[in-house]
């Protein structure tokens, strides 16, 4: 069992940046693949980006490419999420994610509860 807990959502302009952490618990967390995804009001859930277990690969949506960067700490079982130049259309619920995220069809296996970004114009 993984548990996963999002912080460091928030209200920020345009142009400006946020960082959110996933805090998991289990003991499988350095073995998983990580990722996070968004939903965004009225919207299908979508995949943002994801990082192997190792750390040496990453993978973005087109979307957030150039602007967000996913990292992890397997040491203290988190990962992160820098974004940077944020836009409007960048507003969503984010989620944690573990599971088959390298590419479609991509499997989740557990999901956190989310964390609010809010992007103004």
């Known amino acids: 069992q993984v548990q996963l807990v999002e912080s460091g959502g928030g209200f920020v302009q345009a142009g400006g940046s946020l960082s959110l952490s996933c805090a998991a618990s289990?003991?499988?967390?350095?073995?998983?693949?990580m990722g996070w995804f968004r939903q965004a009001p009225g919207k299908e859930r979508e995949f943002v980006a994801a990082i192997n277990w190792s750390g040496s690969g990453t993978y973005y949506a087109d979307s957030v490419k150039g602007r967000f960067t996913i990292s992890r700490d397997n040491a203290k079982n988190a990962v992160y999420l820098q974004m940077n130049s944020l836009k409007p259309e960048d507003t969503a619920v984010y989620y944690c994610?573990?599971?088959?995220?390298?590419?479609?069809?991509?499997?989740?296996?557990?999901w956190g509860q989310g964390t609010e970004v809010t992007v103004s114009s």
């Open positions: 289990g003991r499988t967390f350095s073995s998983r693949t």
């Open positions: 994610a573990a599971g088959r995220l390298e590419s479609r069809p991509r499997m989740v296996d557990y």
